[in-house]
Nanobody
Framework: QVQLVESGGGLVQAGGSLRLSCAAS????????MGWYRQDPGKQRELVAV???????NYADSVKGRFTISRDNAKNTVYLQMDSLKPEDTAVYYC?????????????WGQGTQVTVSS
């Protein structure tokens, strides 16, 4: 069993910063891609950023230049540094990790953390 625990969400004014963390624990052989997604009520979940084992990254156009994804492989943790936040960044943020476990590779999701940006 693998669990992802997120932390770091909250309320911030426009222009401010937040840092999200997501740590995986359990029966893990290795972790491939790690990523962050977000979802507004009534909308589909959308990709924010992903990072490979080797450190290659990909970002949604809406966050390029403002958000930075990073990972600590020794800690099975992925981070999302969010700077210059805008009200439109308000959403529930979910981490995703593609984990190699005993029965193969599987997707695991965090519980979600609310990010609210006030204008």
């Amino acid at each position: 069993q693998v669990q992802l625990v997120e932390s770091g969400g909250g309320l911030v004014q426009a222009g401010g910063s937040l840092r999200l963390s997501c740590a995986a624990s359990g029966s893990i052989y290795s972790i491939d891609v790690m990523g962050w997604y977000r979802q507004d009520p009534g909308k589909q979940r959308e990709l924010v950023a992903v990072i490979t084992t080797g450190g290659s990254t990909n970002y949604a156009d809406s966050v390029k230049g403002r958000f930075t994804i990073s990972r600590d492989n020794a800690k099975n943790t992925v981070y999302l540094q969010m700077d210059s936040l805008k009200p439109e960044d308000t959403a529930v943020y979910y981490c995703n990790q593609k984990v190699d476990v005993t029965y193969g590779r599987a997707d695991f999701w965090g519980q979600g953390t609310q990010v609210t940006v006030s204008s």
